[in-house]
């Protein structure tokens, strides 16, 4: 069996992100990891009392999707022995290569901080992203350059999220709601990640990973999708530089879960926080059995319906 992990990206943190893997022994490592890139505040007291701003800020948003993606996976891999391919969405990227044991926690948890501290730096505080639904690419294209936006992530043929000046995204979603988007919103979500405004920060993210112990081969029974293209990593090093210029490059989050359907993966398990890759691979893959671990009271649970 070949299953899929998809490692959420933020927008999805809510208080109760840590219900399952809060209280689990293995993934306590994961914690204390976290806690020491966060000013020493443990994530599970953090999600309860942050306020809704902090919860959402760029740095603390990508530090507590990391620590939800490694905390679940470091239960489930004492439990499930298949091979598994591993695919993340925007900061998820960075936290399946903790999964797939290229970077300890600690590490993971540094490079989380770093990578949000160069966005930041790189696109300033006005910036932030829309996801808009029912365009083309082309019509979509057309909108952005009458608001001085980009594209950042394609999820499907007339799904996309778009990043730009903070101040011109909600009249950017006003007109394309007028010419017959299903969807546009301003999300929560405080950078215009994965556009060109980035493109600073993606040279001195690469130097950052370069500086952390990793394998010099890729893992075995672990295949990691790149996440601008959707193409397996074969290479560490040449992995590394697709990991870092996804801060300013597109990404293809469609070609990852069509490379989840060619290689027949099947279950696919979202590892939160939040549904929202698990219901896109549910609408990509029809037939694959999907589903996020917030779905679940137990990993007994969620192991189960894996090797079911």
């Known amino acids: 069996m070949t299953f899929a992990i998809l490692c959420s990206g933020q927008g999805g943190q809510h208080r109760e992100m840590f219900a399952l893997t809060g209280q689990a022994a293995p993934a306590q490592s994961v914690f204390d990891a976290a806690t020491g890139v966060l000013d020493g505040r443990d994530p599970r007291d953090l999600v309860q009392n942050a306020s809704d701003e902090e919860l959402h800020s760029d740095l603390v948003g990508q530090v507590l999707c990391c620590t939800q993606a490694l905390a ?29 044991g290229l970077f300890d926690a600690p590490a993971l948890m540094r490079l989380a901080r770093t990578r949000a501290q160069l966005m930041d730096t790189a696109a300033g505080n006005a910036t932030g992203l829309a996801a808009i639904r029912g365009l083309t690419r082309a019509t979509l294209q057309s909108l952005c350059g009458r608001h001085d936006a980009e594209i950042a992530i394609v999820n499907g043929s007339d799904s996309f999220v778009v990043g730009g000046p903070r101040d011109v995204l909600p009249a950017l979603c006003e007109e394309a709601t007028r010419s017959g988007a299903l969807r546009a919103v301003v999300l929560q979500v405080a950078i215009a990640s994965h556009t060109p405004r980035l493109r600073a920060a993606s040279p001195r993210f690469r130097a950052a990973l370069a500086e952390v112990a990793r394998p010099p081969r890729m893992p075995s029974r672990i295949r990691l999708l790149s996440g601008i293209d959707g193409t397996m990593v074969i290479d560490v090093e040449a992995g590394l530089d697709k990991l870092a210029t996804q801060i300013s490059h597109a990404i293809d989050w469609a070609a990852c879960l069509e490379a ?37 009271r137990t990993f007994d649970g969620a192991v189960a319906w894996l090797k079911r």
């Open 72 to 100: 679940a996976w470091s239960v489930l891999r004492e439990k499930i022995q298949d091979d598994a391919i591993l695919a993340g969405y925007s900061i998820g990227e960075l936290a399946t290569w903790g999964c797939a």
């Open 260 to 296: 989840c359907r060619e290689v027949g993966a099947d279950p696919i398990l979202e590892l939160g926080p939040g549904a929202a890759l698990a219901n896109m691979a549910r609408e990509a893959i029809p037939g694959a059995r999907c589903r996020s671990l917030e779905e679940f």
